[in-house]
């Protein structure tokens, strides 16, 4: 089992910066790739980036690409989302996941933490 804690989310302005920062715990050496996704008011959970645990190759959503970076720590067991130039569409719960290298769908998943982006 993994473990996953999310944390850094917060109120922010439109045009502001977050970083948000999931811990992972447990069995992490089984992990493939971790991920963040995220799910508005009304809206489906969507994909926003992913990073591979062991090869940090990187993927992001169209609505982040150039202001989202993902990043990943191995000593530390963590995985962190930068977030630049905020808009109001992306408030949402943001969530840390994880799955082993064999699965194609995220197996383990944090709690959440919620990001609000004022207009």
């Known amino acids: 089992q993994v473990q996953l804690v999310e944390s850094g989310g917060g109120l922010v302005q439109a045009g502001g910066s977050l970083r948000l920062s999931c811990a992972a715990s447990?069995?992490?050496?089984?992990?493939?790739?971790m991920a963040w996704f995220r799910q508005g008011p009304g809206k489906e959970r969507e994909f926003v980036a992913r990073?591979?645990?062991?090869?940090?190759?990187?993927a992001y959503a169209d609505s982040v690409k150039g202001r989202f970076t993902i990043s990943k720590d191995n000593a530390k067991n963590t995985v962190d989302l930068q977030m630049n130039s905020l808009k109001p569409e992306d408030t949402a719960v943001y969530y840390c996941?994880?799955?082993?290298?064999?699965?194609?769908?995220?197996?383990?998943w944090g709690q959440g933490t919620q990001v609000t982006v004022s207009s």
């Open positions: 990073i591979g645990w062991s090869t940090g190759v990187t």
């Open positions: 447990g069995r992490t050496f089984s992990i493939g790739d």
């Open positions: 996941a994880a799955r082993t290298a064999s699965m194609s769908a995220y197996q383990y």
